[in-house]
T-cell receptor, first 111, second 110 residues
Framework: GAGVSQSPSNKVTEKGKDVELRCDPISGHTALYWYRQSLGQGLEFLIYFQGNSAPDKSGLPSDRFSAERTGGSVSTLTIQRTQQEDSAVYLC?????????FGAGTRLSVL | GENVEQHPSTLSVQEGDSAVIKCTYSDSASNYFPWYKQELGKRPQLIIDIRSNVGEKKDQRIAVTLNKTAKHFSLHITETQPEDSAVYFCAASHNNDMRFGAGTRLTVKP
């Protein structure tokens, strides 16, 4: 596709439920990132995939958060047993030659 | 790992004035320094970047300077306009491993 695609654009869930957020990076981009952005706040790094290397998971806030990248392309961020403090916009970016291109994000609301 | 600090966190200027945002980084191996602009409710967009083999880069009203010795870089916006109002993020990267600053909320008052 022409850009980074994220789905869904909005997700409302109940506390305690699991959610999956999807990111389709730009074709050919070997690097993929997930960030969390709370209202009016900065970009909180979550996880980084680079090619076939082991992902950098140092930003994941708890063991309820996990992410996969299958076949070096599509990535899924999973949040288990969601809590209200998980409510935020989750942004995905893919990169070639260091330049990151962001998706439009998934706005997650945990009620 | 890389640590990027950004100042100020908020900046308010009068239309037509200049705005300067500063960032420092910790990893001397970082060699790519982009700046992103994020308007309210939108995704971050790259506005300008600089690589470590140059000290300054300019694109119309926007310029970025880099001091590798001191490990700091700055964004300069001249003749600010109300549409420049946004949150600006700096970042430092090495081999695609990028870390962002906390952001600066710029408000340009007409």
């Amino acid at each position: 596709g022409a850009g980074v695609s994220q789905s869904p654009s909005n997700k409302v869930t109940e506390k305690g439920k699991d959610v999956e957020l999807r990111c389709d990076p730009i074709s050919g981009h070997t690097a993929l990132y997930w960030y969390r952005q709370s209202l009016g706040q900065g970009l909180e790094f979550l996880i980084y995939f680079q090619g076939n290397s082991a992902p950098d998971k140092s930003g994941l806030p708890s063991d309820r958060f996990s992410a996969e990248r299958t076949g070096g392309s599509v990535s899924t961020l999973t949040i288990q047993r969601t809590q209200q403090e998980d409510s935020a916009v989750y942004l995905c970016a893919s990169s070639a030659d260091n330049i990151q291109y962001f998706g439009a994000g998934t706005r997650l609301s945990v009620l | 790992g890389e640590n990027v600090e950004q100042h100020p966190s908020t900046l308010s200027v009068q239309e037509g004035d200049s705005a300067v945002i500063k960032c420092t980084y910790s990893d001397s191996a970082s060699n790519y320094f982009p700046w992103y602009k994020q308007e309210l409710g939108k995704r971050p967009q790259l506005i300008i970047d600089i690589r470590s083999n140059v000290g300054e880069k300019k694109d119309q009203r926007i310029a970025v300077t880099l001091n590798k010795t001191a490990k700091h870089f700055s964004l300069h916006i001249t003749e600010t306009q109300p549409e420049d109002s946004a949150v600006y993020f700096c970042a430092a990267s090495h081999n695609n491993d990028m870390r962002f600053g906390a952001g600066t909320r710029l408000t340009v008052k007409p």
